[in-house]
């Protein structure tokens, strides 16, 4: 890591062990955690189709790549089974003239591949003979074979849980009763419902220990509150920087210069997925605005029967002396 | 809000702030869970697609308008595929008279493309040439994606697990034990088997504080039963009024003319799903009824082999002096 | 209920009123919970189709009932479809002579259907004009997307998550340390691997209160083990009839001549459907076998190096004085 | 178990019964878990079909048997129906000539039959008659179910939740602070997220009772650390042999000469899946190794931003004296 670790910390702030990060920094490059929630982390050693769950891979590209792939593999497969007819010989192809030219031939082989592949089966073109026809039968069941496992995907990537919820850009050192707090907002986009959602916020730092060794050190940030039953509109998550938090006394400059990540990660029960989703992200102290205030984000309607959630407010603050 | 606020409150009740819901009542409007279930919250401030998740939305709009979707969606395509092969010519058509109207020509371009959208590829019109060729290579391909895009949302409709649960319409504040308590009724309609049945019911009220403010004050309020084991008959969450409760020393009046709302929220293992679903209701003042019984709404049948649940009388109660 | 009442019941047993089921009796006919585990309930007041959930019943119903409904619903709706092709006019489908008989026009009309429906679309016999075009193209969607829904159920028929648990048929009272047990045994009887299975085993009397009056009793009767980590081979649950369990004293007779239902519901995790699984089942009094004993049903096979679970052995005991 | 069994046992340790598996080690063979984590059992007495969930059996099985028994399936009933065809009589079949020889002709309906039961039907073959007809409409239907019954599996097959988790395939006996430790190493190979992982390890040896009778004894065997929040790295179990521990005082040739097998079950949050996974394994004596140590199996990439982690050295470890 590239600046200089924490030199102090408050000594009453317990650290916990249970991250699943170690404690030799030397070890780590750049942040713990990815914004998106992913660990910073890249694995090696293994195959690429071990390393890989091409499932996952496939349910979480864009969108567009997804389609380009599907058409991609569509125009090549259409491509392999053309030439096999063109090696075995169109004249095995009822409907395709021997007088043509070998480019019209292997056109006409091509898209009668298509009609094949996908079960269209026009018949204005038709297979003949043992060999074309067995190929014929067999691009049908990989046509259908591909289609199934296409449907799957699809499914796949439109049923997947997933937690839509978005979070502030920027955490705050924000006032806080009678003194200050750490705060991160999140709020749901989407037209889903989260039940039951759970907060958890962790500290990791980069510390000298009593050698003057440079070690991890990962703390717990306990919050005013760590759980609420609806996630409807947003929720601000604080931590109260009392005497026993581990940023007690931290100044902007602390800030500035410190090394340091805070951790987010999310659980709630999704009533229409029914099942429990996660999510999380990361603020490194770069992304820490010292003295500063969220401004609300939701508000009456006018005829004063719907309450208004702001979502383009979700990081939108004001300074304020702290 | 448009009524008065809550005045009085019991001081012995404790409220909670842990239900997402934020403290300032000017920032809301109407109430605060409709009676489906829903947050009454409107959002704003991100396009239309940022906030629908539109397979959450396919998933749970009503059958017609699905089915309706999908046969608009059938015809649309067609129109546009008909125009292409129509703009490209129907010369490319074989099948396809040169010397028939327009219209009959656009007509058969038509249903040419219905042929190879849903792939039944008659073969008594075929294409011919590389673009018509392409073109119906295309369509064959759009059309299967599209039916497995469909198989995945009808199999996501009818697979999307859901608390069937129907709640009496109206809250009763009935006799019980010495003295009353607040009474909501729900059972399972259908024929799945809900297990591990847990209710929260919280009060929502707005009342004074100390500085005469009105502020959102929530309550948890106890149950007699807040779990079973399984939800085969009805069951009637019975909140005690005791001296704890919020709801001590209200009155018919207090009833009609405060503003509150009760919220019920109950989770189940439904062991067809084998998941957990979830489902929520709530009760404004005005649908509390001040004195009233539920009456009975299962009995032996005649044989005395079996036991019947009357679903209709969910909501049945008699007018009871307390 | 026919038999009488329990007279007596050891007075330490403290009953529970959580199971969801009512205190009356005289509400209840029969047992509370079938064999298979579902509620003894039959539900009324609403239409079948609020009653029912047709997945659900479409997933639960035998598999030959299922493959009946999807063949006669096929030759339905391809008879449907061909009334009308022969409404509209035969003259409308090529490939259909006109000096045929009316009995060989419809029964081409209806195999044309059947090709239309499956999208094999040979194009022997092909549509023409508007009316037959357009019903044709509704056809094939209507195909597809029966087929869309036909392929949704199949996925949820084989990938419902169920708990693949056999119980022995019958309870037995055996001895058990110093004194006696109420023992019930299952097993797993696939090829998947229940993990942290829980149990619980409720007894539900019918007894005399205070007033004379019979009111349905619940106990939770405590296991020696209640949870396991591996349902792998089988497991005996053991209640011990001690001085604080209701069936405490009970003989032979009272277990003939008292109406009782002892109800067991089992929770595991399921690691290749990777979800939690239930199942329930219940034993009346008349399924108690007073001296009773399990035999051993599990052996080391003939090279000593896999244990043998014999699944046949699930019910077999053998007699014991007690 | 064909080595002794063990002769002592620290005292101070305290066994525990709810493993699942039974106490007498006479009725066992070999190893109680395999080490890719299923039960050591053998299931008989139920008939194939009812012992086996073919669903989780065409899951699980290797990715190049599923598909050899699909192309069996298609190659098989493709000539089942053929044999109809020819059965019935080739005259039926248009497009089939009558004065080719038996072998072409069996051959066209073969073709026929896997044209239909694609749903390809080019038409140049096409059925005539009432029997061949209804034959092709049936084999049209049993195709179309068949691709349903596939593309569920299919999705099955991909979408199945499983634990991405490998282990160490030694278990070592490591210095660990002043004394020794059990230690077993694990990670997440592939790109997915595990998160709230849980470990619960127990040991199961054969020991004397005190009439000198073996006996399996299960320990659970604690954990310097049995959560993590993430599993993003390795995670190095390590259960400290303190005083208390079961195999406190065992030296190299008790593990060489006694017979016993540490069992490791993991469950984790996987929230691409998002639903918990389980998986585990177990370390029979000989396959751990005492003293030696796991080598780091993770580092800094080169310009410092990101952490690698070398998958491949998930087992190597270095000799140590302990």
Redesign the interface.
Known sequence: ??KDSVKKVNSKAESV??????TNP?????RFINKD??????????TFF????????M??MPGWKFLGI??SF?ASI?FVFASLYYAIGVENL?GIGSIESKWIQF??AY?FS???F??????????NG?AT??L??TE??T???S??????L???R?????A?VIFSHNALISPYKDGRGLMMRMAS?????L?D?EA?V?LGMVIKDEHGNPVNKFYQLPLE?S???????S?TLVHPITEESPLYGFTAEDFANMEGEVIV?V?A?D??????????TSYTFDEIVYGAKFE?M????N???????????INTFKRVEI
Chains 1, 2, 3, 4 share one sequence.
């Open positions: 890591m590239a062990t249970t991250t699943g990060f170690g030397s070890s780590y490059g750049g929630g992913s660990a910073n982390v890249i694995k090696r050693g293994l071990e390393r890989i769950s091409w499932y996952h891979t349910l979480t599907i058409v569509y259409n009822d056109g006409k898209f298509a009609q094949t996908t079960t269209v089966g026009y018949g204005h073109i038709s297979p043992i026809s067995a014929a039968a049908a069941l046509g259908l074979l289609f199934a496992i296409a449907t799957g699809f499914y796949g439109f049923s997947k849980p997933q839509f986009p989407k037209n889903t419902n039940m959602a958890r962790t509150m759980y609420i039953n609806s996630l409807s509109l929720w990660a659980k029960f009533d229409l997925f029914s099942t429990t989703v996660a999510i999380s609300m939701y508000a009456e309607n005829d004063q029967t719907k309450t208004i959630l702001e979502l383009d407010k």
